[in-house]
């Protein structure tokens, strides 16, 4: 069964260094998303993507971040300076149609020192 | 503004009792969609239902079972018989259909069935 992949599964970094997690959704999927989880709280929102543009974003995604589709595979979402505050659970999502289901990669654990 | 509330947030049972967690929601949309989520303690975020608002029918997958309530503004998740691999944290999640349809989680329902 397809599914969404997410690379490293856990990094750590020191603060105000640059990082980009890696996504690679499933193949036939044509909007991406991400989302952040810090410990313990709750699922949110972070960036839609589709048609090779930022569709929404939440005032979490401010502009130190940013996202990409490089080539026809990868979706990336890059943290220009982190902070202590960025540390937490990033998910990857996609779906094939707008209204479609959401399915979710196994997350990168992000560790900002 | 969409909302979702899980007010449950942690439920300890003993293997093979049943257990219900609660999910309200608010959205102003006649048209949206429900989610459930299961977060076990590795980590990932697993797909468990979706439900539209147009359709009120109960579900039943196995030991899951799924109460949709409209006038309640409730989507109800069920566990029969629960086993100590159904320990995890479940997430509630709305979606309406306008925009590119991100999804408003609630805070999770931890979930623990010891032996």
């Known amino acids: 069964e397809p599914e969404v992949t997410q690379t490293p599964s856990h990094q750590v970094t020191q603060m105000g260094q640059e990082v980009i997690l890696r996504c690679v959704p499933i193949?036939?999927?044509?909007?991406f998303y991400w989302y952040r989880q810090i410990l313990g709280q709750k699922v949110e929102f972070l960036v839609s993507?589709?048609?090779?543009?930022?569709?929404?974003k939440s005032e979490i995604f401010d502009d130190q971040f940013s996202v990409e589709r490089p080539d026809g595979s990868n979706f990336t979402l890059k943290i220009r300076s982190t902070k202590l505050e960025d540390s937490a659970m990033y998910f990857c999502?996609?779906?094939?149609?707008?209204?479609?289901?959401?399915?979710f990669g196994p997350g990168t654990r992000l560790t900002v020192l | 503004a969409q909302k979702v509330t899980q007010a449950q947030t942690e439920i300890s049972v003993v293997e093979k009792e049943d257990v219900t967690l609660d999910c309200v929601y608010e959205?102003?949309?006649?048209?949206?969609?429900l989610f459930w989520y299961k977060q076990p303690p590795s980590g990932e975020l697993v797909f468990l239902i979706r439900?539209?608002?147009?359709?009120?029918q109960n579900e039943i997958s196995g030991r899951y079972s799924w109460n949709f309530q409209k006038s309640t503004s409730s989507f109800n998740f069920t566990i029969t018989a629960s086993q100590v691999v159904d320990s995890a944290v479940y997430f509630c999640?709305?979606?309406?259909?306008?925009?590119?349809?991100?999804?408003?989680f609630g805070t999770g329902t931890r979930l623990l069935v010891s032996p």
């Open positions: 993507f589709y048609n090779n543009e930022i569709s929404e």
């Open positions: 439900r539209n608002s147009f359709d009120e």
């Open positions: 999502a996609s779906t094939q149609g707008s209204t479609d289901t959401q399915y």
């Open positions: 999640a709305l979606r309406n259909p306008s925009g590119f349809q991100k999804l408003v």
């Open positions: 193949s036939n999927h044509l909007y």
């Open positions: 959205t102003r949309d006649t048209t949206y969609y």
